[in-house]
């Protein structure tokens, strides 16, 4: 288990970290989700004594990281796949680290076997490519067998095939009763593999709760439904109590009601359905709602997705837009 307790971090008069208390638990896929700049990577180095707290404290299993002996065997964390030595092979960039931790030699053929580099084991770390540098960084997490394991970033670089391998991985490694922490941005990836979430935003907690109930409670679920007797499928719903809302082309969207329910009315009424379907609030919807007040960085564009805000034509000087300043 990882506890923090009033974890705070100040760089000068900025506050990176604010307060923060929540406990990472065994047994479950806890995600961390932030904005930019929320400070999650600052906490990660934290609980990993890399930054110092300006004040609070982190717990691994009731110890700070750095009373831990051998403390690959508690918690295997990447943080920075590019860490490694790009000089030393695969094998020999693992074998530092089991002799520093008094792990058997054993087992560096074992973690890279699991990540899919045995065959590049004896290769140069520099020439890998930014996914296998990735499996090299999870293969050093796994390195001593540890019953908590931290993540950030685990997809960056590989390909769906390894997206697909990291997310079974880490489900596995969780339904052993090991401790899982993962930090990413890419929402989608994150609602398929997270049963638990810790977000924050400006450094503080804002939510600390199962996957379900922050989906539910801070995004909207409703029924869309779509009728060729459109007019008599309003009728029966305002009769029935029910206030659709138009959403365009002939759509009907209605909250407080069940597909099932929506369908039996339809049906009981002799009205034809051309669709009939529930609308699930998406990970990513919900986060964008619970953290629309603590970004940091707004990018500004023109109004039209996708087009950068214009800058000078080449034909304008820079000493053209100097004469207006």
């Known amino acids: 288990m990882i506890e923090l307790e009033g974890l705070t971090k100040r760089f000068g008069t900025k506050v990176a970290v604010d307060r923060l208390s929540f406990r990472v638990r065994p047994g479950v896929v806890t995600g961390f989700l932030g904005p930019n700049g929320a400070g999650k990577s ?80 004896g290769k140069k770390s520099k020439g890998f490519s930014l996914g296998m540098g990735q499996r090299l960084g999870i293969a050093s997490a796994l390195l001593g067998d540890p019953e908590i394991l931290m993540f950030d970033e685990p997809v960056n670089g ?30 989608s990836e994150m609602a398929l593999t997270a049963d638990h979430l810790i977000v924050i935003g400006q450094g503080r907690l804002l939510a600390d709760t199962s996957m379900a109930s922050f989906i539910h409670q801070n995004s909207r679920s409703y029924v869309r439904l779509r009728s060729p007797q459109r007019e008599r499928l309003l009728d029966v719903l305002h009769a029935a109590g029910l206030t659709p809302v138009e959403a365009g082309g002939g759509t009907l969207e209605l909250d407080g009601a069940t597909t099932e329910q929506l369908g039996e009315l339809a049906a009981g009424h002799q009205i034809v359905l051309h669709e009939l379907s529930a609308q699930r609030a998406s990970l990513e919807e919900a986060f964008m709602q619970m953290t629309a007040g603590s970004v940091e960085y707004h990018a500004h564009g023109t109004g039209e997705p996708g087009i950068p805000p214009p800058g000078p034509r080449w034909g304008e000087s820079f000493g053209s837009a100097k004469g207006r300043s």
């Not at 004594?49 to 690959?72: F, M």
Request: charged content about 20%; glycine content about 8%.
């Open 42 to 121: 600052t906490t990660m180095r934290m609980m990993l004594d890399l930054d110092n707290p300006t004040a609070g404290s982190v717990r691994i299993d009731g110890k700070h990281y750095r009373e831990l002996q051998e403390p690959l065997k508690y918690i295997g964390a990447l943080l920075d796949a590019k860490a490694m030595h790009g000089g030393r092979s695969a094998y020999n960039n693992l074998l530092c680290l089991a002799q520093a931790n008094r792990i058997p030699e054993s087992r560096v053929s074992e973690v890279l076997d699991v990540v899919g580099l045995s065959a590049v084991a």
């Open 158 to 187: 590989l390909d769906p095939e390894g997206i697909h391998w990291i997310r079974n991985l880490m489900k596995q490694l969780a339904q052993e009763g090991r401790t899982i922490f993962v930090s990413s941005h890419l929402m």
